[in-house]
């Protein structure tokens, strides 16, 4: 038997940054992916660092913010190791304002329709402006999530982090050593265990309390018409358009997403795809005829309240799973708090909001 000092289950992005702040604290670590690395939620998403979303729940807003905070040191930990550099593609969000926003909102400071028009010409002032359409701007990066996949995978194999791919957890028990964890490979005997599954949730739902779920979000990609220019985020509580800016998919635009209780299913539905685009087009008109490059559907992994699951769920396991739209934005920061935890730290921010024994 192997004794690691923790296991990990699930290799999306918050196992593997997890994993590299465990490694870089001591910690032998041993990472175990039912499928490939980083295949499915980490590169299904459009890359907003989101921090500042008036759609956000407030209860996100420390944790957003630290994470936001620590987002350079996580890349720059990344290039250390990896030797990829992980761009920023964008540095500013056009986000609509609607009345009645919680209390994000309240600390924006809403644009002129003559400064709108001066930061992106290419909107359609007409509907833009007209009524109680209003828009502020953010200071929010976004980046490629493929991009940081190919970089962060690159860095846990470089700092030799035991990762198994294709290896499902059978079943885990208690040991009189702490915990055993059954694969189809062997088992291992660790002091802990921390599930990071996502919606597939390796922890077993209790009636009553918070679960993991499946969002599933439909989204396209497109290249940008000559004619617009874009380097800035727009989004809407209805649509997002995310544009690229550099590297390889430089003047293309991410364009999403659908959120749908639709279980395991990641089917794209033209329909959907044509709803996206002509919500996208009432923005940006000129998305109307641009040539669609991919789509596809992705499974966020939420909760059945919309919240994060951080921190303890039994002896000698945890879980962090169940960040929703913000797993990218929020992988620093649940990579620190996570291990501040596990070393019987003291968390600069309060997790008790996302504890996943709350109630449902």
């Known amino acids: 038997m192997e004794y690691p000092d923790i296991c990990i289950a699930g290799a999306g992005i918050i196992g593997l940054s997890l994993a ?23 590169t299904a998403a459009a890359g907003m660092l989101a921090a500042g979303d008036p759609e956000n729940p407030r209860e996100l807003r420390q944790i957003a913010e630290l994470s936001r905070a620590l987002y350079p040191g996580f890349l720059n930990r990344i290039l250390d190791l990896s030797g990829i550099v992980v761009p920023f593609q964008t540095g500013t969000t056009l986000q609509e304002v609607r009345p009645g926003e919680n209390g994000y909102a309240r600390d924006l400071t ?28 953010l200071d929010e990066n976004s980046l490629d999530p493929r991009q940081l996949a190919q970089a962060l995978l690159a860095a846990v194999r470089a700092a030799r982090i035991d990762l198994r791919a294709q290896t499902p957890i059978r079943f885990v028990r208690s040991s009189p050593q702490g915990i055993e964890i059954h694969t189809t490979a062997g088992t291992l005997s660790p002091s802990c ?47 997002y358009i995310v544009p690229r800016t550099t590297g390889a998919t430089a003047g293309r635009a ?62 000698n396991r945890f879980v962090a799973a169940g960040h929703y739209r913000n797993g990218i934005l929020l992988a620093p920061a649940t990579a620190m708090l996570l291990a501040q935890m596990l070393s019987g730290e003291t968390t600069p921010v309060s997790l008790s909001a996302f504890s996943p024994l709350r109630p449902e």
């Open 193 to 239: 265990v921390v599930d990071c599954t996502g919606a597939w949730g390796l922890s077993p739902a209790v009636p009553g309390q918070v679960r993991a779920l499946p969002r599933k979000g439909q989204m396209l990609v497109v290249t940008l018409p000559h004619a617009l220019s874009l380097h800035v985020v727009v989004r809407t509580p209805d649509i």
């Open 20 to 42: 590299l702040e465990l490694h870089s604290r001591g910690a032998r670590v041993t990472v175990f992916d039912q499928g490939e690395p980083l295949a499915e939620a980490s």
């Open 254 to 315: 991410v364009i999403g997403a659908t959120v749908e209780d639709a279980g395991f299913d990641k089917t794209v539905d033209p329909g959907e795809i044509a709803r996206l685009r002509a919500r996208a087009a009432e923005l940006l008109p000129d998305l109307a005829d641009a040539v669609e490059v991919e789509t596809w559907a992705g499974l966020r992994p939420g909760s059945s309240d919309d919240l994060p699951l951080l921190g303890q769920v039994g002896e």
């Open 110 to 137: 809403l644009l002129s329709a003559d400064t709108l028009s001066l930061l992106l010409p290419q909107l359609h002032s007409a509907r833009l402006n007209s009524g109680s359409r209003r828009f502020a701007l």
